[in-house]
């Protein structure tokens, strides 16, 4: 009955300072003190007794209020700071609150209380980890508080969602700028406090069978809002910046005066500077555990725990990757990258026919984008896969290597049409990767195989101006793997010998109008170049299950008709009113192509890297993203043509759309990197066929066992050098980054809905 009572006073005095017109003296306690009166009112009867409508109305009406009910929030800044500034300070305070937020250090509650301002908070970091070494007593109500608090952050945070896209990296988020600068004395505390509440959460606990169902886990809120603080304070630039570039050649030293500067967001300089194995060790752990979470097989159905933050542990990675190289090298310095790549790899396969989980698709490939381009991550894919993970692709025998290229198969041939921009990226990936893999499974080596068979066909070939270059970078596979990984794999050599029509086909396309136009009148025939009848597999893993089909959906564009844009789709995960979901839409973010996501560095023969200056003498084709004809076609030794011998290259009928010519086939055609394959046909398909006929074989296990111990030193054109496409920081990314994880952070909260109805410009929000 007192509850109620409360409320309903509560209620009063909200509809009182809605219906006043005139300002309110700050000194009138009797009417201020109202709102303070009962502490037990939580966050979720705020927002039902404070409607949205009413906030606004007084804003218009009578902002004086409005601004006075915040300052008596916190009326104990004694220098006048603006409000935004003293309500930032007073949270962070708030959050190192003894008794309220954290454990008193007092050995009796008949000691004075302590004083909030002149506490060290650095002795009152949340949980064990990194710079701490003592885990607290977990309390429910210290936790409840911290998750509110956060969530009044997060809110204060979100001025973002109310501009418009865009990629000028000048524009800073003022209330993460203060927030995280020195004017915050509980920086460090609370930066250590977030990450080690994220890094240190078990949701499984001692596995005790439906512990979740038994016990409400009060942790799991405060972990996600403290991931949601964590990513959006770490929302930094990097393209434009001057923070330092550490060698990942040397780990575990130790950080010293002679440090350059970090950047001036202390959350960004902490991570940066963060070099102690047994912490990297700690986060790496935590991170990965968090990420296998939802991969959890039992014999009892649903009785795990399953986390719903992924997305954010997932910006949250590669944040850590990204700002801090020494983290990145201490990943790939042991097989433990692993334990991250299978869960990429499951939410990939899982999501790639779900189009509001497209963004989900683009940052788990952003992050294998950034892996690839170290030499480590490659050797590291040669590791057995041996913990079968509940997934939908056949069944093989082999490496992680395999797995990955087996699940970017299945992505490309039965994936969403909105991730046709995404396939540059994979194919980049793999090239990455190909000269370090020792064995592929004759599984793995036929996805190869039908990936390139189904992309060199003519009407696919001639249909968009960029399509020939995914062939480009499968040639450069092949040619990697066998300059310099032949030995181990006669599978791929096998498949190639089998498949062998298809080069051949390659290296006589036709140029001639006619045949061009033969070619994309069939297209208006045919089937999708890549149909999902021709991917259908014989048998999958045991306990998979499928994608989620596509949805219908009205936003079906054409992704050819608009280059270098696309939509994303994102839905919220639960209701937000019984029965309502909502959806939002990313619309137009610039999406560079694989030439702006990354510069090529070329691999010495004592392993180093050199990056290779960009070829600004090529110019891209007409129509095509800009530079993105460079980038599969230099490294075989083609000449540049200047800018106006490619205008002549394609044309352009009076519709506008891209008509392909000869010059323009002849222009790339000339350039495929066909002599090794070609050699290697020429040298083996006469020896394999002569030892079918002589020894009457039928079975190809003879004919690998034959290659296996074959040899083509000393035939094979010279070997070209290793080129890696190292993934680059740009204002592009940076962009689709903050939409993304503003997009993910909307639709996480929805009880309460704390952005609901408002005036949102960053994206599209419906309600379905």
């Known amino acids: 009955m007192g509850n109620a009572d409360s409320k309903l006073n509560f209620r009063k005095a909200v509809i009182q300072l809605t219906t006043k017109t005139q300002p309110v003296e700050a000194t009138d306690d009797a009417f201020w003190d109202q709102f303070w009166a009962d502490t037990a009112t939580s966050v979720q009867d705020v927002f039902a007794l404070v409607p949205a409508a009413e906030i606004r109305a007084v804003r218009e009406e009578s902002p004086s209020n409005l601004a006075t009910l915040c300052y008596k929030g916190d009326e104990d800044d004694e220098n006048a700071r603006p409000l935004a500034e003293s309500l ?5 305070d708030l959050l190192f609150c003894p008794e309220f937020s954290v454990q008193s250090h007092r050995k009796n509650s008949v000691d004075t209380a302590e004083d909030i301002h002149a506490i060290d908070s650095c002795e009152y970091i949340w949980e064990a980890g990194v710079g701490f070494a003592h885990s607290p007593t977990p309390s429910y109500n210290h936790d409840l508080n911290r998750t509110e608090l956060l969530k009044l952050l997060l809110t204060c945070f979100s001025e973002v969602m109310y501009l418009p896209p865009s990629s000028d990296s000048s524009n800073t988020n003022p209330w993460v700028q203060f927030f995280c600068s020195t004017e915050n004395r509980h920086a460090l505390p609370l930066f250590t406090s977030l990450l080690n509440i994220v890094c240190a959460y078990d949701p499984v606990g001692y596995g005790i069978p439906y512990n979740h169902l038994l016990f409400s886990d009060y942790r799991e809120p405060l972990v996600e809002q403290a991931a949601q603080v964590l990513i959006v304070t770490l929302d930094y630039d990097t393209s434009t910046s001057s923070s330092p570039t550490i060698d990942g050649t040397t780990t575990g030293t130790v950080m010293d005066d002679t440090d350059p500067p970090g950047p001036d967001n202390l959350f960004v300089n902490y991570l940066s500077r963060i070099h102690r194995e047994e912490d990297f060790q700690f986060i790496l752990k935590g991170v990965a555990r968090l990420l296998s979470n939802p991969l959890l097989q039992t014999y009892l159905p649903n009785s795990t725990k399953k986390i719903q933050f992924h997305q954010e542990l997932l910006v949250l990675f590669w944040k850590l990757c990204d700002f801090n190289k020494k983290f990145l090298f201490f990943v790939l310095k042991s097989s433990d990258v692993l334990d991250i790549l299978v869960p990429i790899l499951y939410f990939l396969n899982d999501a790639r026919a779900d189009q509001s989980r497209v963004g989900l698709m683009h940052i788990g490939v952003f ?3 950034l892996l690839s381009g170290e030499r480590n991550f490659g050797v590291r894919l040669n590791k057995p896969y041996s913990v079968r993970v509940p997934m939908d692709i056949p ?6 290597a395999d797995l990955l290229i087996i699940v970017f198969h299945k992505i490309i041939t ?3 049409q909105r991730l046709q921009p995404l396939f540059d990226c994979l194919l980049t990936i793999i090239v990455n990767v190909s000269p370090y893999l020792k064995s592929l499974s004759m599984v793995a080596a036929n996805k190869l195989l039908h990936l390139l068979e189904a992309f060199s066909t003519t009407w696919f070939l001639f249909s968009t101006v960029q399509n020939h270059h995914l062939v480009f970078f499968l040639l450069e596979v092949f040619n990697n793997i066998i300059q310099y990984q032949f030995d181990g794999n006669s599978n791929l050599v096998y498949a190639i010998i089998r498949k062998r029509n298809v080069f051949h086909q ?4 036709p140029t001639d109008l006619q045949s061009i136009q033969k070619a994309l009148q069939r297209k208006k025939k045919a089937p999708e170049p890549i149909s999902r009848t021709n991917s259908q597999e014989g048998v999958s893993m045991e306990g998979s299950r499928p994608a989620a089909p596509a949805e219908p959906g009205t936003l079906k564009t054409s992704l050819v008709a608009t280059p270098g844009q696309f939509n994303l789709f994102m839905k919220s995960w639960a209701p937000i009113f019984e ?6 839409h990313l619309q137009n973010i610039k ?3 694989i030439d702006k996501l990354t510069e090529k560095s070329q691999v010495s023969e004592d392993g180093t890297m050199r990056s290779l200056e960009p070829e600004s003498s090529q110019s891209p084709t007409e129509g095509s993203p800009p530079g993105i004809v460079s980038d599969t076609e230099s490294w075989s030794g083609g000449s540049s043509q200047p800018k106006q011998d490619r205008r002549r290259l394609s044309s352009a009928s009076s519709s506008g759309q891209w008509n392909p010519t000869p010059e323009w086939v002849v222009s790339w055609k000339s350039k495929l990197p066909l002599q090794t394959i070609m050699r290697l046909l020429q040298v083996l398909v006469p020896q394999v066929e002569k030892i079918c006929i002589d020894k009457g074989l039928t079975d190809e296990s003879e004919i690998l066992k034959f290659l296996q111990h074959g040899t083509l030193v ?11 496409r190292k993934y680059q920081a740009n204002s592009g990314t940076a962009m689709w980054f903050r939409t993304y994880m503003w997009g993910v952070i909307y639709l996480r909260n929805v009880d309460p809905p704390i952005w609901y109805d408002t005036d949102v410009k960053l994206f599209e929000i419906q309600r379905v």
């Open 367 to 369: 992050i294998l984008l």
């Open 579 to 584: 029965g309502v979901y909502i959806c939002i």
């Open 414 to 416: 039965s994936g969403h």
């Open 88 to 92: 930032l300070l007073a949270i962070a």
């Open 395 to 400: 069944v093989f025998t082999g490496t992680h």
């Open 506 to 509: 390659l290296a006589n396309l």
């Open 714 to 724: 000393g035939l094979l054109p010279v070997p070209h050098p290793i080129l890696i």
């Open 591 to 593: 999406f560079y192509g």
